[in-house]
């Protein structure tokens, strides 16, 4: 997932969203020079990224996008006033946002509104156009700024469980043999694991890789030098799958 295309996705079906809220005809992404998107006064609603990646997005409108909008629920002789316009704004994004949450590529991600407020157009932001049923054409941006998430919240306070004792597994192997072949193992039997005695041996909690290292001798005894570990994040999992 890029904050390209959480930008993209968000603006599409913003686009699409307003569209059938309105009567107007979806377009499709565009690429607009200042005076055509308006930049100067609009509407910009911010949305909180939670879940697999933290961050801010932001969809935007100008301001005579959302007149026309809510001219066009209301109809043509409607008095619009700035509530009706961030109304219409939140209830389409409440929709777009409910779309992008839940297709596959964007997964485990999670968006709560944090604000509407009058602003200009962001910066980089990606353009969807749409046609009124009057002639006139409305503009949307959309933004996104991410991160991958390193820290997971485990219900609360993080510090309550870092002194928890898990039981770490190193592995040297593994394979698979037929019932016949297990049955028939005994003293002396070897089993081939497949793997090179050059190869790092995995480190492991709660059947989850968490590092991979090369086996010392410490103090007589065996030991695990670790040489690789997976993200944060992932080794948070394999502690609040247990």
Do not use: C
């Amino acid at each position: 997932m890029t904050e390209v295309s959480l930008a993209r996705r968000l603006a599409t079906m913003l686009a699409g969203e307003m569209a059938a809220g309105v009567a107007a005809t979806a377009q499709h992404e565009v690429t607009l020079d200042p005076a055509q998107a308006e930049s100067g006064p609009g509407l910009r609603l911010s949305f909180k990224v939670t879940g697999t990646q933290t961050g801010t997005a932001m969809i935007w409108f100008p301001t005579a996008t959302g007149a026309n909008a809510a001219r066009a629920v209301g109809g043509p002789d409607k008095q619009v006033s700035p509530d009706d316009v961030s109304r219409l704004l939140r209830e389409a994004a409440a929709l777009a946002v409910g779309r992008v949450t839940e297709a596959p590529d964007f997964e485990g991600l999670e968006m709560t509104v944090s604000a509407v407020v009058p602003a200009s157009a962001p910066n980089g932001a990606t353009h969807y156009s749409f046609e009124f049923a009057d002639g006139s054409v409305g503009y949307i941006g959309a933004t996104a700024a991410l991160a991958a998430t390193e820290m997971r919240d485990t219900g609360g306070n993080l510090e309550l469980v870092l002194d928890v004792e898990l039981p770490l597994v190193v592995r040297f192997g593994r394979t698979v043999m037929s019932l016949k072949s297990l049955s028939g193992l005994g003293p002396g039997s070897i089993v081939d694991m497949g793997r090179s005695p050059d190869d790092p041996v995995e480190l492991l909690v709660s059947d989850k890789v968490v590092a991979y290292g090369e086996v010392v001798i410490v103090d007589g005894n065996y030991g695990l030098r670790i040489t690789d570990l997976v993200s944060k994040s992932d080794r948070l999992r394999a502690v609040e799958s247990r």
